[in-house]
């Protein structure tokens, strides 16, 4: 709970700075905030609490979860000032935007209560909406803004819908008193109907296949720093919720659902992959990554006893390894109409650093030792074979192999393609955030243990 206020608190203050005229000193204060805040919800760490008749409640797995978001919103905000330099004037806003989606994100993951549930799914959404169409000049992102609100709110209509029936059902939107009647005998069918329509809800937001038809153009139109953000941050919120709310609402995990869910996720590995493979735009090839991505983490809800910790381990591993590939992809479209494979050629000769961040993050993506993205995929693959469901390892593991074609396609235009440019200097806070962010990728697949143990 205090990370919540905390969070809410700062966002404020980002925009009192403008007022204030101290619009120099708002990325440096945001930082060192959300530093400050990391360091508060750490300490809630083993202390469950629940707040305000369990509308919040702080447990390890949320406390583990919101201090992955913080982190990823220090590096989104300071890959900020280098974004916004033609829209100085409106730092403080997208700033803020970025903080009050961060409280969305927390409450998501520390709800004890479905509307709290829904009223931090619907904060996010909403920032993510004003982000897309940030570029009011740019016809691409007013029509991303465009889809994702409609598609958004048809997929939060269907989430309310959901909420809804379950009420209707339980006569209560507290989960723990939901998970308690789950199991009754005399259970209405609706119940099921409504847990049904949250799931479909919840795929569409982390765009699982059949749910990902939005995501490609979205990613594809918006402004890159606010791509990076949906591929990072809002999908893995998205996921961690959505693990979260199966495991609250203890319903009766039914052969039919298990098997529902092993479909989706083979059906959007292969989806994701064979579309990355034909894709020139790198945002594009990085949206169906990210669809194959949702599919290898919907594994999870294949063991939900066991996989809160490997889901916390992938989603770190894969939302680092997304903000690294996401910073190159700032510098070397900056100021581009695209960002298509032509504008990395000879990136390894123009900027050799930069072409090290961009290969470290695609070969983990690809779950290539000694990266954080092979244990994280193979924690994941030992836990959904120890639940019985060896088919979708097997198809896991071939869709693994099919995404090294389409990485490797932009590893080699940055080392054998001849440079189109002289490149010109790299900001340092860009620089910071591409070194840390693939730091961090290599340091967890050397100690995978660090966050494997703490849920």
């Known amino acids: 709970m205090n990370t919540l206020i905390a969070v809410i608190g700062l966002g404020i203050l980002t925009l009192l700075l403008e007022i204030l005229n101290l619009r120099k000193a708002i990325i440096p204060f945001t930082m060192l905030g959300l530093l400050g805040i990391l360091g508060l919800t750490v300490l809630d760490y083993d202390a469950p609490a629940a707040y305000y008749n369990n509308m919040v409640v702080v ?112 006569g209560t939107f507290d989960v723990t008193e939901i998970a308690e009647l789950s ?72 052969p039919q659902f298990t098997s529902t869910i092993a479909i989706i996720s083979i059906a959007s590995m292969t989806v994701g992959n064979i579309m990355a493979l034909q894709q020139q735009n790198v945002k594009r090839m990085l949206a169906f990554s990210g669809i194959s991505h949702a599919g290898f983490m919907l594994m999870a809800l294949l063991s939900l006893s066991s996989a809160a910790g490997s889901l916390f381990y992938y989603a770190a591993a894969y939302s680092f390894a997304g903000i690294a590939a996401f910073a190159v992809v700032l510098y070397v479209c900056k100021n581009r109409e695209n960002e298509d494979y032509v504008n990395f050629h000879g990136l390894a000769k123009t900027n050799p650093v930069l072409a090290v ?45 099919i995404s090294v074609g389409y990485y490797f396609k932009l590893i080699l235009a940055m080392y054998t393609k001849p440079a189109n440019e002289t490149r010109t200097g790299t900001p340092i806070l860009l620089y910071t955030v591409a070194i840390y962010a693939a730091l961090l990728t290599i340091a967890l697949g050397l100690f995978p243990q660090l966050l494997l143990g703490l849920l």
Request: glycine share 6%; proline share 3%.
């Open 183 to 254: 199991h009754s005998a005399e259970l209405p069918s609706w119940f099921f109907v409504g847990v049904l329509l949250m799931c479909i809800g919840m795929l569409f937001k982390i765009a699982a296949v059949p749910f990902h038809f939005w995501a490609p153009d979205v990613y594809e139109g918006s402004p890159a720093l606010t791509t990076a953000t949906m591929s990072t941050l809002a999908k893995v919120v998205a996921m961690a919720t959505f693990y979260k709310l199966i495991v609250v609402l203890n319903p009766d995990m039914s």
């Open 59 to 170: 447990s390890n797995y949320s406390v583990c979860f919101s201090s992955l978001f913080i982190v990823l919103t220090i590096f989104l905000v300071a890959l900020s000032h280098h974004f916004y330099d033609n829209q100085a004037s409106k730092l403080s806003d997208f700033i803020a935007i970025k903080i009050f989606m961060l409280s969305g994100a927390v409450a998501m993951v520390s709800f004890g209560n479905l509307a709290m549930f829904f009223l931090g799914i619907e904060v996010l959404s909403i920032s993510l909406y004003i982000l897309a169409a940030s570029n009011r000049l740019n016809l691409k992102s007013n029509e991303a803004g465009m889809k994702y609100f409609l598609m958004g709110s048809f997929a939060s209509g269907i989430l309310l819908f959901g909420i809804c029936l379950i009420y209707g059902a339980m």
């Open 357 to 401: 961040v961009m290969t470290i993050a695609l070969l983990s993506m690809a779950g290539i030792p000694i990266f954080a993205g092979f244990f994280a995929k193979l924690g994941l693959f030992t836990i959904t074979i120890a639940s019985g469901f060896l088919v979708v390892v097997i198809a896991a593991v071939i869709n693994s192999i």
